[in-house]
């Protein structure tokens, strides 16, 4: 896929149907990707990579590449071409000045995840078929893929893009996945558990904005925890009430617009599950407005920002017994 | 040199903790290493390190320097320091126990930083020598021997023993404490650990990585590069490098309205944050490119300049592993390298 990536990337920009292409580029070691601009030819060859490891959601670049001039060419996995439409439907990204090419997406693992398998001395990884083999400092390692990608790959809600110009590979489905599972369990404990829950979780946070920054639905020019004139600025939380309040007032902030594209949990240095707090707002839009999906469309009105005689009322929360 | 048995590590540990507080790493849920304080139960990790630096034992994340309390127009001074305890920090790699010494360049230069110096007083380091070095290590590029790391103590788990030698006043008075549980010992069984771990910092991708070219020398040619804004373009300005970083160590100082008073905290800054410096004329560094820059050129140029050519950083790897770009000092001085003539 890569090759054939990097070979229509040449065509475009050649021909001058663009101008830059937004896409990954190689690192260090074999999992250390950075997202990049390539301007040339020569860039895309030395440089451009697409492969397991090509995990980051490029759809926020856009806000910014979208408003250089020329048109840039971006390559979207399908979870990220949800960030994509929904930046789009904010008007955020500026459509005319994007070339999208869809690409498939098997599931993208990180150095982080590999060493939370138990992998340490990574040198180098191939994958065949299900498996990942794994060069270490301390030998060989053979892993099962599924085991070794991140939860959100695990519980993939789909390999269908929603967004492209032009697609490459086989177009995939929306899934059934296992995603609201967790939710569900947070749902089932006592009011104390939860919170205790939340506590043991939120408590490792050490306010490094990471899940803010990387979030293509927090895509303020500028954070109200920045702003000082906004009287809840703050660079630590300087208790337990600040920890909670940051996460828990960015999870209304992004609900209804978050598509659950999970780069939240992936970028937490402390492994802090932030996605399962979206995915409680997106379980409860679903119960109470039917099923809806952020950045499925570009058009359709999200429910958090829509009437109908039908809408629940507030005091839902008190038949659901604080639920 | 001084040898424990492992089948009596929980002892050692517990007459450690018996006379002052100890602190080491422990897993938490999410299967990663903090600093937790020692109680009956708690089990050492087996990671190389902790997410965290240990520098949270100096230089918290945040910490109260002074409160007022307005009476009408009275306005009370509250020093909110309590005496700290003696505290033990066990189990720090040499690539922390390192970053002591930059930061005491810092905070402990007149004008000396009383908060800091006090809780350095008060603290017993007690490093382990690594024996599983990570793709992410460099700490051999900045002379640091993590098979030997500094300390006031320093240990070497082996076998089914636990080697100590102590270094200094302190660590010699810790080593005391627990003396009935320790025997003397030759040094056989470090000396062939230390060679077979250097045998493995020999073949780790960044072994030839060198930091040498940079320096205030250069201080134009690298702040000028045009390759500054290629590697920042994608940088989110997160803080995530700087405070997981054991060297970083900008603050900023922040008044709390209380309701009947101000309690004025200092915390962690990031160099990446959009207000980092912020004057009354407005921003230094308007743009990420500049912050990113900030930053590199701290550790790779404005701190060796000032501190007869020691770098700002220990290459721990902790930026490498988790920053969310995979941008990182390594990538950045083999980028600048060519700029540095």
């Known amino acids: 896929m890569q090759a054939a990536m990097i070979s229509r990337a040449k065509e475009l920009l050649q021909g001058g149907q663009v101008q830059r292409v937004l896409g990954w580029k190689t690192g260090e070691f074999v999992y250390d990707i950075t997202p990049a601009v390539f301007q040339s030819v020569e860039e895309l060859e030395a440089e451009f990579v697409y492969n397991d490891f090509c995990g980051n959601n490029l759809s926020k670049y ?73 060069e270490t400092l301390y030998g060989s390692q053979e892993l099962e893929k599924a085991q070794a990608l991140p939860e959100r790959c695990q519980n993939c809600k789909s390999k269908k893009h929603v967004a492209y110009d032009e697609l490459m590979g086989e177009e995939g489905q929306v899934l059934q996945s296992g995603r609201f599972d967790m939710v569900e369990k947070l749902e089932a404990m006592t009011p104390d558990e939860r919170f205790n829950f939340w506590r043991g979780e939120l408590s490792r946070c050490i306010r490094c904005n990471a899940c803010r920054n990387v979030c293509p639905a927090c895509s303020c020019e500028k954070c109200v925890f920045d ?48 996605h399962l707090l979206n995915r409680k707002f997106i379980k409860d839009i679903d119960t109470f407005y039917g099923d809806y999906q952020a950045g499925e469309d570009t058009e359709s009105r999200a429910p958090l920002t829509n009437y109908t005689e039908g809408d629940v009322e507030p005091s839902i929360v008190y038949q659901r017994g604080g639920n | 040199m001084q040898k424990l048995s492992l089948s009596k590590l929980d002892q050692f540990l517990e007459a450690m903790a018996a006379h002052q507080a100890l602190y080491l790493p422990v897993e938490d849920h999410s299967g990663q290493a903090k600093f937790q304080r020692w109680a009956p139960g708690v089990q050492l990790s087996s990671t190389l390190n902790t997410v965290r630096s240990a520098k949270d034992f100096f230089f918290p994340q945040t910490e109260d320097l002074v409160n007022f309390k307005l009476r009408g127009k009275e306005i009370e001074i509250i020093d909110p320091r ?73 240990c070497w788990m082996e076998g089914d023993a636990l080697y ?173 390298e060519g700029d540095c003539k």
């Not at chain 2, 007149?110 to 008060?122: F, G, K, N, W």
């Not at chain 2, 405070?243 to 962690?268: A, L, N, S």
Request: hydrophobic share 35%.
């Open chain 2, 82 to 154: 309590t005496e700290h305890e003696d505290f033990v920090v066990f189990g720090v790699r040499g690539c922390d126990a390192r970053s002591f010494t930059i930061l005491d360049k810092v905070f402990l230069a007149d004008p000396v930083d009383t908060y800091y110096q006090s809780r350095r007083e008060h603290g017993t380091i007690v490093s382990l020598a690594c024996t599983r070095p990570e793709e992410t290590c460099f700490c051999t590029s900045f002379g640091i021997d993590p098979t030997c790391p500094q300390g006031d103590v320093t």
């Open chain 1, 62 to 134: 856009l806000i910014k590449e979208s408003r250089q001039p020329g048109k840039v060419l971006v390559f979207l996995k399908p979870c990220d071409t949800y960030s994509f439409n929904q930046l789009v439907k904010e008007h955020r990204i500026l459509r005319d000045n994007v070339y999208v090419i869809g690409v498939p997406c098997e599931g993208k693992t990180d150095g982080e995840t590999l060493k939370a398998a138990g992998v340490r001395g990574i040198l180098g990884l191939q994958a065949q078929g299900d498996r990942f083999l794994v």
């Open chain 1, 227 to 274: 702003n000082d004139n906004s009287g809840v600025a703050q660079k630590a939380a300087a208790n337990s009430f600040e920890e909670n309040m940051f996460h828990i007032i960015r999870a209304f902030h992004v609900a209804g617009r978050c598509t659950d594209c999970g780069e939240c949990s992936r970028v937490c240095p402390q492994n802090i599950p932030l």
């Open chain 2, 164 to 336: 100590l030698t102590a270094n200094t006043p302190k660590g010699e008075a810790l080593l005391a404490q627990v003396a009935d549980l320790t025997e003397a010992c030759g040094d056989e069984a470090v000396k062939a650990q230390q060679e077979r771990v250097s045998a493995i910092l020999k073949k780790l991708p960044l072994a030839n990585f060198s930091t040498k070219s940079f320096g205030g020398q250069v201080l134009m040619e690298v702040f000028d590069s045009e390759k500054w804004g290629t590697l920042s373009e994608s940088c989110l300005g997160c803080g995530t490098c700087t405070f997981v970083c054991p060297t970083c160590q900008c603050y900023d100082i922040k008044d709390m309205d209380t309701g009947h008073g101000v309690q004025r905290f200092r915390c962690w800054d990031s160099c990446m944050y959009s207000d980092f410096t912020r004057m009354a004329h407005g921003n230094p560094r308007l743009t990420q490119k500049e912050r990113f820059r900030q930053r590199f050129m701290h550790k790779l140029v404005y701190f060796p300049a000032n501190n007869n050519g020691e770098y700002g950083c220990v290459g721990c790897g902790r930026c490498l592993s988790k920053c969310p770009i995979s941008m990182n000092i390594v990538k950045v001085a083999k980028a600048l």
